[in-house]
């Protein structure tokens, strides 16, 4: 099974930034688009950006401007620059592939924004 590992999340001001990372175990990284989502307490997931193995992206219109997703297909990871944070982004942030997730989900990182 692929596992994926989130990091970099924390806390940070409103107007912060952070940068998230997430490495999948497999080679075949570079075939998949991959995404980030981000999901409150209680709440349903919600896909946050998105990026084709060839660099295309998108964005939920709540970050357009903001987040940046970008990856390294050499190091099987997908990045999530976030800037111009605001306390409704604070979430736990996940990534996966899409349309079709892998099984196993990781255990994301926290973002608390928060002054």
């Known amino acids: 099974q692929v596992q994926l590992v989130e990091s970099g999340g924390g806390l940070v001001q409103p107007g912060g930034s952070l940068r998230l990372s997430c490495a999948a175990s497999t080679s075949m990284f570079s075939i998949y688009t991959m995404a980030w989502y981000r999901q409150a307490p209680g709440k349903q997931r919600e896909l946050v950006a998105r990026?084709?193995?060839?660099?295309?992206?998108n964005y939920a219109d709540s970050v357009k401007g903001r987040f940046t997703i970008s990856r390294d297909n050499a190091k099987h990871t997908v990045y999530l620059q976030m800037n111009s944070l605001k306390p409704e982004d604070k979430d736990v942030y996940y990534c996966?592939?899409?349309?079709?997730?892998?099984?196993?989900w990781g255990q994301g990182t926290h973002v608390t924004v928060s002054s």
């Open positions: 990026i084709t193995g060839g660099g295309i992206t």
């Open positions: 996966n592939s899409v349309p079709h997730p892998f099984a196993y």
